[in-house]
């Protein structure tokens, strides 16, 4: 199956780039020959890049909005999407961008991810979809299931944040709230018994979904039609999707002959965790660790993937961790400049700040945003001080925050 304007041509393996498998159906528990016990390997999609046209993909008067304007370099789009993309690019002081994927349909970057597997979905025929999420994927893939007429199945964690209960309920997905460590097994087994598609992990390193990280590809786009090619992009991190989606996105920019380079990629992880770190500072394709405190819930992953190593290695950029004190200065940071992230998706900018000014190269930098503060488990744990009608104490409250007139 195919859709006319996808130049997608199958999946290909990122253990061993050599072995392709056809387009469908999408390989969702990674690449069947090159696993193991302990370590498993995502594929990629290819494409038929010669048969690319550049300039009308890229032309800045193009319309933007949704992601079909990239149809050609995606899988095929067979699900009807909801105005994904073409989030905004802030400039936060001079040479410092936040992409602030906050502006999606569901306030984060899932919906691009999303965009693509719930295609997936129809294009195998599946009779619903199914996930297992801590909260963005999950709200997420129930929004797109929903658009595309299909019943959505969410194992989630037993303190699933409020924002993303009322998404979930909201778009009549079938949550299900278990323990942490039983979301995975779950999953497998909601999969092999009642054949909906999964558009979460399946494997015991991450592999996820091989159509996903494609949609992450055109955060690179939309970076590089603001601003070029900046010096180095700094990703939020948990399983690596994103990082990938964003490298690869650059390194389809170079093939097409539109950029001479390829940015450094920063990987931003939690302390709390950070296996794609470990796995990086061992040589080793991909590790499993035990994951401390941390109000990051987002990104504070138990394992890692082979996509986080590829996108730092072969970037030439380097993989970061930052503690939720960081974090929380990052996050007030952007609410100062006028952007109210999630406590994981401030990471971007902790990263870059943990490096000071030997992360400002030549050219801009970017540091992605992922999701909206209205995410964060915390949100509205702090009701306001009540205020008595009476100007003085109205004035003795102005003037505590600082304003004098």
């Known amino acids: 199956m195919a859709a006319d304007n996808s130049l997608a041509t199958g999946q290909r393996s990122l253990g061993d780039p050599d072995l392709h498998y056809p387009l469908w159906p999408p390989l969702t528990a990674g690449c069947p ?4 016990e302990d370590v498993s390997y995502p594929v990629e999609v290819d494409y038929a890049y010669d048969k690319a046209d550049p300039a009308g993909l890229f032309a800045p008067a193009k319309a933007r909005g949704g992601l079909e304007r990239w149809a050609p370099l995606l899988p095929p789009l067979l ?13 936060i002081q001079p040479g410092i961008h936040i992409k602030d ?4 349909p569901t306030w984060s970057h899932k919906d691009r991810l999303n965009r693509c597997t719930a295609g997936a979905a129809v294009g195998v025929g599946a009779p619903g979809i199914a996930v297992a999420s801590s909260g963005n994927h999950g709200a997420s893939a129930a929004a797109y299931a929903a658009r595309a007429g ?3 199945v969410v194992f989630t ?15 009549g997905a079938v949550v299900l709230p278990v323990p942490w460590e039983a979301r995975w097994p779950l999953l497998r087994q909601v999969v092999e018994r009642f054949g909906l598609h999964p558009v979460s992990n399946l494997t015991t390193t ?10 992450y590809k055109t955060v690179a786009y939309e970076i590089f039609q603001d601003v070029g090619v900046p010096s180095a992009v700094f990703v939020p991190t948990g399983y690596g999707e994103l990082l990938f989606g964003v490298w690869k996105g650059f390194t389809e920019l170079r093939r097409l002959g539109l950029a001479d380079r390829v940015p450094r990629v920063f990987s931003c992880e939690s302390a709390a965790s950070g296996p794609l770190r470990r796995a990086i500072d061992r040589g080793a394709p991909a590790t499993r660790v035990t994951v401390g405190p941390s109000d990051a819930y987002s990104i504070a992953s138990p394992v890692s993937g ?3 190593v590829v996108a730092v290695r072969e970037s030439g950029g380097r993989a970061l961790t930052v503690d939720d004190g960081q974090l929380a200065d990052a996050q007030r940071e952007l609410a100062r400049a006028g952007l109210w992230a ?10 870059l700040r943990s490096l000071g000014d030997e992360a400002l190269g030549e050219g801009p930098v970017v540091c992605v945003s992922t999701s909206s503060g209205f995410k964060d488990k915390a949100m509205g744990s702090r009701p306001p001080t009540p205020v008595t009608p009476e100007w003085a104490d109205v004035e003795r409250r102005l003037r505590a925050a600082g304003i004098t007139g």
């Open 150 to 152: 299909l019943p959505c």
């Open 79 to 91: 699900a009807p999407g909801l105005g994904e993309g073409a989030t905004p690019l802030v400039e």
């Open 306 to 308: 082979y996509r986080g």
């Open 101 to 104: 994927e906050s502006r999606n």
């Open 33 to 36: 020959r090159t696993g193991s």
């Open 157 to 171: 964690g037993p303190d699933v944040p409020p924002a993303v209960d009322a998404f979930l309920n909201a778009y």
């Open 206 to 215: 991450h592999t996820g979904h091989a159509y996903g990280p494609e949609g």
């Open 342 to 351: 999630e406590l994981s998706s401030a990471a971007g900018l902790a990263g």
